[in-house]
């Protein structure tokens, strides 16, 4: 029977777009198992007037708050706000900053959206991106050893969101299907600069997520045999021998989430 779960107000009050409070919240709420967060995120919070019309919200919906702001004014707004809510905060970068200021004897810029600049990076990162929207699903093979990594696995073993993953921290990626008696594109076998990685899964991950998916494919589709636990089997067999022969490390997503299996690619680029 399923746990009855606590549901609680997270406040995520942000000067920037907000992903640093989210990944922090999320990864702080997994942590307890009958509790679910109901998130409310407040990006782009950079003035006064736009802070009390959050803390009014939140004085509607006490919880938890969790803020980074780097303007010291708002911040302090924020920390007597709540100390009069009777409601718990905490700047999520403020003690990271002054341990990297204690480290570093030099104290921080305190630049609102220093991580999003469009510097070298961020433009390395949009690339990546094109790349991999381009080389989805074996398109393009001519390009494929302009690509950091290759992706190769059956259908529903995650390469295409794994792919994109990737290639938002930098990361040329291709993905490719594995299909029994329909040979890899010939570009593969030309790549010499990317890492290729086979994906796996058990047979029954594979077909839960394939039942799912069946739902509103073309006509004469034939659902039955893209399900058969038999005929997945036979495919993760070939997938396995086909990565064996060629030398590419194999990455088991049964139990995996995309960001998991991105950090076992990035681990294996690192060797």
């Known amino acids: 029977m399923d746990q009855v779960k606590n549901y609680f107000h997270l406040h995520l009050i942000s000067?920037?777009?907000?992903?640093t409070l989210i990944a922090a919240g999320r990864a702080a709420a997994a942590q307890f198992r009958g509790a679910q967060a109901l998130e409310h995120v407040y990006p782009l919070i950079r003035n006064r007037r736009q802070l009390i019309s959050v803390l009014d919200a939140i004085d509607g919906a006490p919880g938890i708050v969790l803020y980074t702001l780097i303007e010291t004014d708002l911040a302090s707004i924020i920390e007597l706000k709540?100390?009069?809510m009777g409601l718990p905060c905490v700047s999520v970068l403020e003690p990271v900053l002054q341990v990297f200021q204690n480290y570093l004897g030099a104290p921080n810029r305190r630049r609102v959206g220093a991580q999003h600049a469009m510097n070298e990076e961020y433009f390395r990162r949009i690339d990546a991106l094109n790349f991999t929207m381009d080389h989805d699903d074996g398109q393009l093979p001519a390009d494929f050893d302009e690509a950091d990594v290759i992706i190769v696995g059956i259908s529903r073993t995650s390469k295409t969101p794994t792919s994109i993953y990737l290639a938002n921290r930098g990361i040329k990626t291709a993905n490719i299907p594995i299909v029994q008696d329909v040979p890899l594109p010939a570009?593969?076998?030309k790549a010499s600069k990317p890492l290729v990685v086979g994906l796996i899964a058990s047979v029954d991950r594979i077909a839960h997520v394939r039942q799912n998916r069946i739902l509103g494919k073309t006509p004469g589709f034939q659902g039955e045999l893209y399900t058969d636990r038999a005929l997945i089997a036979e495919e993760i067999k070939y997938?396995?021998?086909l990565c064996e022969k060629n030398g590419w490390p194999?990455?088991?997503v049964t139990r995996r989430s995309i960001e998991e299996t991105a950090a076992a690619i990035l681990a294996?680029?690192?060797k």
């Open 250 to 252: 194999l990455i088991d």
């Open 187 to 189: 570009g593969l076998d």
């Open 268 to 270: 294996l680029r690192s």
């Open 82 to 84: 709540c100390r009069d």
């Open 239 to 241: 997938a396995r021998t």
């Open 15 to 19: 000067d920037s777009t907000g992903e």
